[in-house]
């Protein structure tokens, strides 16, 4: 199977995704440029974190025209599995593949910890290989992550069970305020209505060596190797 | 074809919560500005348009808006002001 990550001007997390596709899954990967118009046959794009053109005027609004962002749209509207992270999540509710917004941070403070995060559905692409309201911890690092929909969105995303992750305490902080960014219904990551692209803010590519912490990221990578096995 | 100076001004919708324009609220509170009871933090941009006639610009601009300036699902938009330039 192929993985493709796509750099943007500004991405950050374009090399830990690729790495955790080729070192911790052992899987091909990938770079691909954001002027170019070529997948190069990945199975699986990922959009990856960090500030794509400087957050310029939205965070996510500028990187949605790159020229990359046309195969990327028509792979994911020909159902092929889309994993946006934090920025890589902006720019694709931006590009309307995923319903809603990330706003400033309810706290106005950039935040980077591990966080508290409970999976809350395994039926997707994504989440096979985690159990149902199991807790896991992933890193998150940013300052515009509070998801914000109109209350039909959230209404249908619920009731279509499309809320893959919520933020939630974990046994590590206990009673500690866990809605880290003031998100809506603590919303996490989210799939689209066909449910091949997951947005998420938290980074599950940060997570998947044990020896750098906890690898509770691993196992949503096992799970796009399980169901997309090419 | 005319230029045409637009400003634009696009702010968070109304009833979603604004941490910026409140901290901004309690910070103008802290200087005894009492009566301020509430600001929305927003952006101001300004545009220069050519185009036939100001009709045409206001319209263009109010396109632009829909599809890049300000994101309709978070924040609204008005055209300030359309001036010959």
């Known amino acids: 199977m192929k993985f493709g990550v796509v750099t943007f001007p500004g991405s ?9 596709a080729c070192e911790a899954l052992g899987e091909e990967s990938v770079f691909l440029w954001h002027k170019d118009h070529d997948l190069q046959g990945s199975d699986v794009v990922i959009l990856p974190g960090g500030f794509s053109y400087g957050d310029y005027l ?9 020229p990359i962002m046309q195969e990327v749209v028509q792979h994911a509207q020909r159902g092929g599995p889309v994993l946006a992270i934090c920025n890589g999540f902006q720019i694709a509710c931006e590009a309307g593949l995923l319903p809603g917004a990330l706003l400033r941070n309810a706290s106005l403070k950039f935040v980077c910890a591990p966080i508290g ?3 809350e559905t395994t039926d997707t692409l994504f989440t096979s290989r985690y159990q149902r309201g199991q807790r896991i ?3 998150i690092a940013h300052g515009d992550g509070r998801y914000s929909a109109d209350n039909q969105t959230l209404e249908r995303l619920e009731g279509e069970g499309r809320v893959v992750f919520r933020y939630a305490p974990s046994d590590l902080e ?19 209505e066909g449910g091949n692209v997951l947005g998420m803010m938290p980074h599950p590519e940060r997570a998947v060596d044990p020896l750098l912490g906890p690898a509770d990221g691993l196992p949503l990578f096992e799970s796009i190797l399980q169901r997309v096995a090419v | 074809m005319s230029r045409f100076r637009v400003a634009v001004q696009v702010v968070p919708r109304r ?3 604004d941490p910026q324009g409140k901290a901004v609220a309690d910070a103008l509170h802290t200087l005894g500005f009492g009566g301020v009871a509430a ?8 545009l220069d348009v050519d185009a036939k006639d100001e009709a045409t610009a206001r319209q263009q601009t109010r396109e632009m808006c829909e599809r890049l300036l300000a994101n ?3 924040e609204d938009f008005e055209i300030a002001t359309v001036e010959a330039s």
Do not use: C, K
């Not at chain 1, 950050?12 to 790495?19: L, M, R, S, T």
């Not at chain 2, 600001?39 to 300004?46: E, I, Y």
């Open chain 2, 15 to 17: 009833g979603l919560l």
């Open chain 1, 137 to 139: 911890l992933l890193p």
């Open chain 1, 117 to 119: 995060i409970r999976v």
């Open chain 2, 72 to 74: 309709p699902v978070t």
């Open chain 1, 58 to 66: 939205r965070a996510g609004a500028i990187a949605r025209f790159s």
């Open chain 1, 174 to 192: 206990a009673e500690e305020a866990y809605n880290p960014n003031g998100s809506m219904h603590d919303i996490a990551g989210i799939v689209s």
């Open chain 1, 12 to 20: 950050n997390g374009d090399y830990d995704a690729y790495q955790a």
């Open chain 2, 39 to 46: 600001v929305h933090v927003g952006r101001h941009l300004v």
